[in-house]
């Protein structure tokens, strides 16, 4: 079963790989942190990996600091979609000291730790329920993400150099 998975994604043009590495960073919880390693896998370059997955991630950033507060607020008045949106802020509220004590530099930070339930979609969150100014968290969570791309490009090139040596 597993050589059939590998063997699919190797027939993939290079193109198709790309894609899919850009639109693996764009998702939310995966973001970056994932498509980095896929796209180590799919054996794409180095530097494009990092550049598509950068770019991905970023994306949806001015969106979510923009409309994630109205969204929330209006799911709240919904019976079916109250739940998420109490959960949404929880999640804010739980990492809501971490960046308020530092501002910009706790939202790099933040986001640069590539660490599960941190990333750029719960920096825009948190930014956007902080009401910061897009001028001051994007490129704060910008570079966060340049950062944790860093992070992660390493840590996958570290592993494909050890796993190369079996």
């Known amino acids: 079963m ?28 995966v973001e970056l942190r994932g498509a980095v390693p896929v796209g180590t896998a799919l054996g794409l370059d180095t530097l494009w990996i990092l550049i598509v997955s950068i770019i991905g991630n970023l994306l949806p ?8 507060r109205p969204i929330v607020r209006w799911l ?29 530099l706790g939202l790099f930070i933040f986001v640069a730790i590539p660490l599960p339930g941190t990333g750029a ?29 860093i992070i992660m490009t390493l840590g996958s090139q570290a592993v494909k150099f050890l796993f190369s040596l079996f």
């Open 2 to 29: 597993t050589e059939f998975f590998v063997e699919q994604f190797q027939s993939l043009t290079e193109g198709v790989k790309y894609l899919m590495t850009f639109l693996i960073s764009m998702l939310p919880i």
């Open 61 to 68: 950033v001015p969106f979510i600091i923009l409309f994630a």
């Open 76 to 104: 709240k008045k919904t019976r079916l979609l109250s739940p998420l949106a109490n959960k949404l802020e929880e999640k804010v509220e739980k990492n809501k000291d971490k960046i308020t004590k530092y501002e910009r």
């Open 121 to 149: 979609w719960t920096g825009a969150l948190v930014a956007s329920f902080l009401e910061m100014r897009i001028k001051d968290s994007f490129p704060a969570i910008s570079l966060g993400v340049v950062g944790a791309g």
